[in-house]
Protein backbone atom coordinates (compact mmCIF):
# COMPACT_ATOMS: atom_id res chain seq x y z
CA UNK A 1 0.00 0.00 0.00
CA UNK A 2 1.01 3.18 -0.69
CA UNK A 3 1.75 5.93 1.79
CA UNK A 4 3.31 9.04 2.26
CA UNK A 5 5.31 10.55 5.55
CA UNK A 6 5.75 14.15 6.42
CA UNK A 7 8.14 14.40 9.81
CA UNK A 8 7.54 17.56 10.66
CA UNK A 9 3.88 18.85 12.03
CA UNK A 10 5.48 22.52 12.13
CA UNK A 11 8.39 24.63 11.12
CA UNK A 12 8.55 27.95 11.80
CA UNK A 13 11.63 29.84 9.68
CA UNK A 14 12.16 33.68 9.70
CA UNK A 15 11.47 35.88 6.84
CA UNK A 16 13.89 35.61 4.09
CA UNK A 17 15.18 32.55 5.37
CA UNK A 18 15.27 29.19 3.27
CA UNK A 19 13.07 26.37 3.62
CA UNK A 20 12.96 22.94 3.42
CA UNK A 21 10.08 20.66 4.19
CA UNK A 22 10.89 16.90 4.22
CA UNK A 23 8.09 14.09 2.45
CA UNK A 24 9.38 10.09 2.69
CA UNK A 25 6.92 7.70 0.84
CA UNK A 26 6.41 4.56 -0.27
CA UNK A 27 4.99 2.80 -3.30
CA UNK A 28 5.83 -0.09 -5.08
CA UNK A 29 6.49 1.33 -8.29
CA UNK A 30 7.67 4.45 -10.14
CA UNK A 31 5.60 7.00 -8.02
CA UNK A 32 3.88 10.10 -9.48
CA UNK A 33 4.66 12.67 -6.81
CA UNK A 34 2.96 15.95 -5.47
CA UNK A 35 2.78 19.00 -3.00
CA UNK A 36 -0.32 20.84 -2.14
CA UNK A 37 -0.32 24.01 -0.33
CA UNK A 38 -3.34 25.02 1.56
CA UNK A 39 -4.55 28.45 2.95
CA UNK A 40 -6.80 29.08 5.54
CA UNK A 41 -10.11 28.56 4.14
CA UNK A 42 -9.06 27.28 1.12
CA UNK A 43 -8.82 24.19 -0.92
CA UNK A 44 -5.39 22.57 -1.61
CA UNK A 45 -3.99 24.14 -4.46
CA UNK A 46 -1.15 21.82 -6.50
CA UNK A 47 2.71 23.76 -6.85
CA UNK A 48 4.42 21.15 -8.42
CA UNK A 49 4.37 17.31 -9.55
CA UNK A 50 6.85 15.06 -10.61
CA UNK A 51 6.08 12.14 -13.24
CA UNK A 52 9.40 11.67 -14.44
CA UNK A 53 12.49 12.33 -15.52
CA UNK A 54 14.77 15.16 -14.02
CA UNK A 55 14.58 14.61 -10.13
CA UNK A 56 14.39 18.62 -9.51
CA UNK A 57 11.21 19.81 -10.53
CA UNK A 58 10.06 23.86 -10.42
CA UNK A 59 6.78 24.64 -9.06
CA UNK A 60 4.69 27.96 -8.27
CA UNK A 61 5.55 30.67 -6.35
CA UNK A 62 9.32 29.81 -6.16
CA UNK A 63 9.26 26.29 -4.60
CA UNK A 64 11.21 23.52 -6.29
CA UNK A 65 11.33 19.57 -5.40
CA UNK A 66 13.89 16.95 -5.42
CA UNK A 67 13.10 13.55 -5.98
CA UNK A 68 15.70 10.89 -4.54
CA UNK A 69 14.44 7.53 -5.14
CA UNK A 70 17.35 6.12 -2.96
CA UNK A 71 16.02 7.88 -0.02
CA UNK A 72 12.29 7.83 -1.45
CA UNK A 73 11.70 10.97 -0.90
CA UNK A 74 10.44 14.06 -2.49
CA UNK A 75 11.68 17.28 0.18
CA UNK A 76 9.91 20.79 -0.89
CA UNK A 77 12.71 23.68 -0.69
CA UNK A 78 12.54 27.73 -0.92
CA UNK A 79 15.28 29.20 -1.18
CA UNK A 80 13.71 32.39 0.04
CA UNK A 81 10.67 32.70 2.32
CA UNK A 82 7.68 35.15 2.15
CA UNK A 83 5.11 35.53 4.75
CA UNK A 84 2.40 34.85 2.10
CA UNK A 85 3.63 31.30 2.57
CA UNK A 86 2.30 30.69 5.82
CA UNK A 87 0.22 27.73 5.27
CA UNK A 88 -0.25 24.22 5.39
CA UNK A 89 1.78 21.74 2.84
CA UNK A 90 0.75 18.17 2.10
CA UNK A 91 2.67 15.89 0.09
CA UNK A 92 0.29 13.65 -1.99
CA UNK A 93 1.44 10.22 -4.15
CA UNK A 94 -0.65 9.18 -6.84
CA UNK A 95 -1.16 5.31 -7.72
CA UNK A 96 -4.20 3.25 -9.46
CA UNK A 97 -6.91 4.98 -10.36
CA UNK A 98 -5.34 8.29 -9.30
CA UNK A 99 -6.05 7.73 -5.75
CA UNK A 100 -3.88 10.38 -4.13
CA UNK A 101 -2.50 9.25 -0.72
CA UNK A 102 -1.27 12.62 0.97
CA UNK A 103 0.65 12.93 4.21
CA UNK A 104 -0.47 14.79 7.50
CA UNK A 105 0.91 18.43 6.47
CA UNK A 106 3.27 20.65 7.70
CA UNK A 107 2.06 23.79 8.80
CA UNK A 108 4.53 26.85 7.96
CA UNK A 109 4.60 29.76 10.09
CA UNK A 110 6.62 32.55 8.79
CA UNK A 111 8.38 35.14 11.49
CA UNK A 112 8.83 38.77 10.70
CA UNK B 1 -9.73 29.82 -9.04
CA UNK B 2 -9.56 25.67 -9.20
CA UNK B 3 -12.70 26.06 -11.26
CA UNK B 4 -14.25 23.52 -9.07
CA UNK B 5 -17.04 24.58 -7.41
CA UNK B 6 -18.50 23.34 -3.88
CA UNK B 7 -21.99 24.30 -2.90
CA UNK B 8 -22.03 25.43 0.23
CA UNK B 9 -19.44 26.36 1.77
CA UNK B 10 -21.18 26.25 5.15
CA UNK B 11 -23.78 23.36 6.29
CA UNK B 12 -24.70 23.08 10.29
CA UNK B 13 -26.90 20.39 11.34
CA UNK B 14 -27.84 18.19 13.92
CA UNK B 15 -27.26 14.38 14.53
CA UNK B 16 -29.52 11.92 13.07
CA UNK B 17 -30.15 14.39 9.65
CA UNK B 18 -28.69 14.00 6.05
CA UNK B 19 -26.84 16.26 4.01
CA UNK B 20 -26.06 16.43 0.69
CA UNK B 21 -23.29 18.09 -0.70
CA UNK B 22 -22.72 19.40 -4.17
CA UNK B 23 -19.87 19.69 -6.56
CA UNK B 24 -19.44 21.11 -9.79
CA UNK B 25 -15.64 19.54 -11.79
CA UNK B 26 -13.62 22.21 -13.68
CA UNK B 27 -14.88 22.32 -17.04
CA UNK B 28 -13.16 18.95 -19.18
CA UNK B 29 -11.88 16.81 -16.17
CA UNK B 30 -14.58 13.42 -16.42
CA UNK B 31 -13.12 12.31 -12.95
CA UNK B 32 -14.40 13.36 -9.61
CA UNK B 33 -12.27 12.80 -5.72
CA UNK B 34 -14.29 13.02 -2.51
CA UNK B 35 -12.25 13.85 0.55
CA UNK B 36 -12.78 14.60 4.16
CA UNK B 37 -10.33 16.89 5.94
CA UNK B 38 -10.48 16.82 10.04
CA UNK B 39 -8.01 17.61 12.85
CA UNK B 40 -7.50 13.40 14.26
CA UNK B 41 -7.65 11.99 11.10
CA UNK B 42 -6.24 14.31 8.24
CA UNK B 43 -7.31 14.34 4.50
CA UNK B 44 -9.21 11.10 3.76
CA UNK B 45 -10.00 9.80 0.34
CA UNK B 46 -13.43 8.74 0.20
CA UNK B 47 -14.54 8.20 -3.17
CA UNK B 48 -13.75 8.75 -6.64
CA UNK B 49 -16.10 8.59 -10.13
CA UNK B 50 -14.74 8.76 -13.50
CA UNK B 51 -17.09 9.80 -16.08
CA UNK B 52 -20.40 8.91 -14.38
CA UNK B 53 -18.94 6.05 -12.93
CA UNK B 54 -17.29 4.70 -9.81
CA UNK B 55 -13.29 4.15 -10.01
CA UNK B 56 -12.49 3.61 -6.28
CA UNK B 57 -13.24 3.75 -2.86
CA UNK B 58 -11.16 4.69 0.10
CA UNK B 59 -12.70 5.21 3.79
CA UNK B 60 -16.28 5.71 3.19
CA UNK B 61 -18.51 5.22 5.48
CA UNK B 62 -21.70 3.12 5.61
CA UNK B 63 -24.01 5.68 5.77
CA UNK B 64 -22.18 8.44 2.96
CA UNK B 65 -23.01 7.23 -0.57
CA UNK B 66 -21.85 9.90 -3.56
CA UNK B 67 -22.75 9.70 -7.30
CA UNK B 68 -21.78 11.45 -10.29
CA UNK B 69 -24.53 12.38 -13.13
CA UNK B 70 -24.25 13.00 -16.82
CA UNK B 71 -23.45 16.39 -16.65
CA UNK B 72 -20.45 15.59 -14.22
CA UNK B 73 -21.03 17.03 -11.22
CA UNK B 74 -21.09 15.07 -8.47
CA UNK B 75 -23.02 15.40 -4.89
CA UNK B 76 -22.01 13.41 -1.62
CA UNK B 77 -24.87 12.06 0.53
CA UNK B 78 -24.42 11.98 4.34
CA UNK B 79 -26.70 10.27 6.39
CA UNK B 80 -27.44 9.55 9.99
CA UNK B 81 -25.15 12.05 10.92
CA UNK B 82 -22.99 11.51 14.06
CA UNK B 83 -20.81 14.38 15.62
CA UNK B 84 -17.67 12.77 14.38
CA UNK B 85 -18.65 13.68 10.97
CA UNK B 86 -17.81 17.26 11.19
CA UNK B 87 -15.34 18.14 9.35
CA UNK B 88 -14.38 20.16 5.74
CA UNK B 89 -15.46 18.19 2.75
CA UNK B 90 -13.43 18.84 -0.02
CA UNK B 91 -14.57 17.86 -3.84
CA UNK B 92 -11.72 17.69 -6.12
CA UNK B 93 -11.50 16.71 -10.05
CA UNK B 94 -8.79 15.60 -12.44
CA UNK B 95 -8.44 15.45 -15.91
CA UNK B 96 -7.48 11.51 -15.66
CA UNK B 97 -8.59 9.45 -18.91
CA UNK B 98 -9.41 5.35 -18.88
CA UNK B 99 -5.64 4.86 -19.34
CA UNK B 100 -4.37 7.39 -16.93
CA UNK B 101 -4.37 8.03 -13.81
CA UNK B 102 -2.51 10.28 -11.86
CA UNK B 103 -3.06 13.42 -12.67
CA UNK B 104 -2.64 16.33 -10.33
CA UNK B 105 -6.11 17.34 -8.34
CA UNK B 106 -7.61 20.48 -8.64
CA UNK B 107 -9.64 21.09 -5.45
CA UNK B 108 -12.22 23.00 -4.63
CA UNK B 109 -13.28 24.98 -1.50
CA UNK B 110 -14.92 23.06 0.32
CA UNK B 111 -18.02 22.63 2.53
CA UNK B 112 -17.65 22.79 6.26
CA UNK B 113 -19.87 20.61 8.19
CA UNK B 114 -20.84 21.47 11.67
CA UNK B 115 -23.13 18.46 13.22
CA UNK B 116 -24.75 19.44 16.76
Known amino acids: AQSVTQPDIHITVSEGASLELRCNYS??????LFWYVQSPGQGLQLLLKYFSGDTLVQGIKGFEAEFKRSQSSFNLRKPSVHWSDAAEYFC??????????FGDGTTLTVKP | DSGVTQTPKHLITATGQRVTLRCSPR?????VYWYQQSLDQGLQFLIQ???????AKGNILERFSAQQFPDLHSELNLSSLELGDSALYFC???????????????FGNGTRLTVT
Open chain 2, 27 to 31: SGDLS
Open chain 2, 92 to 106: ASSVDSASSYNSPLH
Open chain 1, 27 to 32: YGATPY
Open chain 2, 49 to 55: YYNGEER
Open chain 1, 92 to 101: AVAGYAGKST
